[in-house]
């Protein structure tokens, strides 16, 4: 995971680099600069504690959900643009489909956990065509690879479903891992990937973009620590989802003796944080740029 956010974010910089505005100022004008705006239809997906095994890879396509979003980017120079987005999907994550062949899963099995969050996203990024185009949008290249990187914030509520009365229950309320303060719903993260973009016609072109989103929470799940003392746990919703949701605690077997002992591990130890992708088509509209006749005196 250190080594994908590091090797594209080089790619990045080494890619802005190349393409100096400076550079391109001299022979792109104010008048080849143009906005766009873009409508997406998105699946949003997530890795952390609830996955179902360990790799950076595991994805539940059953746990893909749709998302929508709406931006406007702004040409800058012949490979240079900014995009600003809001966008809204739902990640999810349970434990039940934990995977038999990794020698981990049955402890995930066992911790039972379920969640589903809605995750409301702000983000600014820029973005690099790896083909420059130095002519106005009437002359852009029919496809356009492109990479990006930038910055996001983003409002996400985590909730479990309560077997005993089939509803879901907000869990940052509840300090599930006996937390002195609840975690925060709202979160900073660094959005960065690629995609290709496709002339439709004069006005409208299609993309298909991948972005990973780097957070610095491990709370996305509501599990990144250890199980917590009983006595910190003082509602029924809060002991349910910070214990009792546990399958050898409901069953009675001793095959996981002592496994929600305080102190023990409830999430990935290493102070990982949680991370969300969003895979993404986008129909974009130019706003066609309005061009001053030259003047005469």
């Known amino acids: 995971m250190k080594n994908i956010f590091t090797y594209s974010t080089a790619v990045v ?53 749709v998302g929508a979003g709406v931006s406007i980017t702004r040409r800058f120079y012949p490979r240079l643009s900014g995009r600003f987005g809001l966008s809204y999907g739902r990640i999810s994550g349970d434990d039940s489909f934990a995977n038999d062949q990794d020698p981990d899963a049955r402890f995930r099995n066992n911790r039972n956990m379920n969640f589903r969050n809605d995750v409301l996203e702000a983000s600014a990024v820029a973005i690099i065509d790896l083909i420059e185009n130095r002519n106005n949008y009437l002359k852009r290249p029919d496809f356009v690879p492109y990479v990006f990187a930038g910055v996001a914030g983003f409002y996400h509520n985590p909730q479990g479903l309560d ?67 009983p006595s910190k746990l003082t509602t029924d919703a809060s002991a349910y989802f910070g214990r009792g949701i546990t399958k050898s605690l409901k069953d009675g077997t001793g095959t996981f003796n002592g496994f929600t002992n305080p102190g023990e591990a409830r999430g990935d130890t290493g102070n990982k944080t949680d991370w969300y992708i969003v895979t993404g088509v986008t129909l974009n509209y130019i706003l066609t740029p309005r061009i001053k006749n030259p003047k005469f005196r």
Do not use: C, H
């Not at 550079?23 to 504690?49: H, P, T």
């Open 163 to 229: 077997s005993r009365t089939g509803n879901y229950v907000d869990l940052q309320p509840l300090r599930t891992e006996g937390q002195a303060t609840a975690y925060g719903k709202t979160q900073f993260s660094i959005p960065f990937g690629g995609g290709i973009r496709y002339r439709i016609n004069r006005n409208f072109d299609a993309s298909l973009e991948i972005g990973w989103r780097k957070t610095f929470t491990d709370y996305l799940d509501d599990v990144g620590g250890k199980y917590a003392d």
């Open 13 to 65: 910089l080494g890619l802005a680099l190349v393409a100096t505005p400076e550079a391109d100022a001299q022979q792109f004008s104010k008048r080849k600069q143009y906005n766009s705006i873009g409508f997406s239809l998105n699946a949003m997906n997530y890795f952390g504690d609830l996955t179902p095994v360990t790799s950076f890879t595991s994805l539940r396509l059953g746990a893909t959900r």
